[in-house]
């Protein structure tokens, strides 16, 4: 098992930018796939990035593609979400998730383990 902690959320203006990271714990954190999954009221929660367990494969949503980027340290367990050129539709809860899955894309219903959460808000 892993347990995650997501930090780094916050309000931020619109145009801005915020790095979200998470830190993983467990010894077999290197073999699994780490996503970062978002949930804005009223919205189904929807997949925003993906890494595999080298690094060498992502996965963006469309709607963040060009302005996220995931990143991964296996050596310090962690995870970040570099969030650029943020809108107010970026608004939601973030969260830090993991699968033994070699999937990057794969929907949050099939994703195993999860983090609690961080709110990130974007003012207009």
């Known amino acids: 098992q892993v347990q995650l902690v997501e930090s780094g959320g916050g309000l931020v203006q619109a145009g801005g930018s915020l790095r979200l990271s998470c830190a993983a714990s467990?010894?077999?954190?290197?073999?699994?796939?780490m996503y970062w999954f978002r949930q804005a009221p009223g919205k189904e929660r929807e997949n925003v990035a993906g890494i595999s367990w080298s690094g060498s494969s992502t996965y963006y949503g469309d709607s963040v593609r060009g302005r996220f980027t995931i990143s991964r340290d296996n050596a310090k367990n962690t995870i970040d979400l570099q969030m650029n050129s943020l809108t107010p539709e970026d608004t939601a809860v973030y969260y830090c998730a993991a699968d033994t899955s070699r999937d990057v894309s794969r929907p949050w219903r099939s994703v195993s383990y999860w983090g609690q959460g961080t709110q990130v808000t974007v003012s207009s």
């Open positions: 467990g010894r077999t954190f290197p073999w699994y796939t």
